[in-house]
């Protein structure tokens, strides 16, 4: 008698738990914002900041954006760093220590962020999430799935999962990433897959250069009907960004978060 009472209080104890666990969960998801601005490697042009800073972060969740993009290589000896160029001040990335990029230093004065650095800024709050653009290696396939896998398993290390939405150019690297955790978004950048694809392979949706969607539109309405997301690049002038909101996607990349979000605030 005394067991199966002990029993029934642990089971109530563990649904409270599991409850609270999963709506926390949803707590951290729906704060993010919902405005479709993604902003191109952080908010860096009007402020005149260092792209893929800190600083440039930290000014897109200024900003409300829903999403903050950087971009993401992997050293000669293994440490993620967050950068756009495969060189950093001249020094090229893949091929550099890590301690030997430390040399050089953003204009801010910022040093070069490790991914753990970046996601444990990007952590600190609740409204932008984290676009992580894991880059195709110049070296090998192989190397563009090392990064995948070791970005992927960053992110866990550092409970940042409801933050970050992966996006990637490497095929192959994407797909790395939905094996290593399959509940992650990853959408594709090359613009060289249809719709049915991407959903057959597992990817999130697609992010497709403003072109390459202007030549094809007809795959916005096929990757809408098949539950893919719908995100272009760099979608920075009125007229593309008026084109591109027409067609109702989920997120738009832009070096222009200000004007996007003046420009979706008069379609209200
Ligand atoms: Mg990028």
């Not at 060189?87 to 204009?107: A, V």
């Not at 653009?133 to 192989?142: L, R, T």
Request: glycine share 6%.
């Amino acid at each position: 008698m005394k067991s199966s009472m002990i029993q029934a209080s642990h089971t109530i104890l563990f649904t409270l738990l599991a409850f609270f666990v999963a709506s926390s969960a949803s707590f951290a998801q729906k704060s993010f914002h919902k405005n479709k601005v993604i902003a191109h490697r952080g908010a860096w042009k009007a402020t005149n900041l260092p792209q893929n800073s800190i600083a440039s972060l930290k000014q897109a969740v200024a900003l409300g954006c829903e999403g903050s993009e950087f971009d993401v290589w992997m050293t000669a000896d293994g440490i993620l760093v967050v950068n756009h160029d495969a060189d950093f001040k001249g020094m090229e990335i893949e091929t550099s220590r890590f301690e030997e990029l430390l040399s050089q230093k953003h204009e801010n004065g910022e040093k070069l962020s490790t991914v753990e650095e970046y996601l444990k800024a990007g952590k600190k709050q609740k409204g932008t999430k984290l676009i992580f653009e894991i880059k195709p290696s110049k070296i090998s396939v192989e190397r563009s799935k090392e990064v995948a896998e070791k970005s992927v398993l960053a992110v866990k290390k550092m409970k940042a999962e409801k933050w970050v939405d992966y996006i990637t150019f490497s095929y192959e690297g994407g797909l790395k990433a939905i094996e290593m955790d399959p509940k992650a978004n990853v959408a594709y950048l090359n613009g060289d897959k249809t719709p049915a694809e991407l959903k057959e392979a597992g990817f999130f949706g697609f992010d497709y250069n403003i072109n390459v969607l202007k030549k094809n539109p007809q795959w916005i309405k096929e990757a809408q009907e098949l539950g893919l997301t719908v995100n272009a690049w760099t979608v920075n002038k009125p007229e593309d960004l008026n084109w591109f909101l027409d067609q109702n996607p989920d997120f738009i990349t832009t070096d222009e978060p200000e004007l996007l979000l003046e420009l979706i605030e008069e379609r209200k």
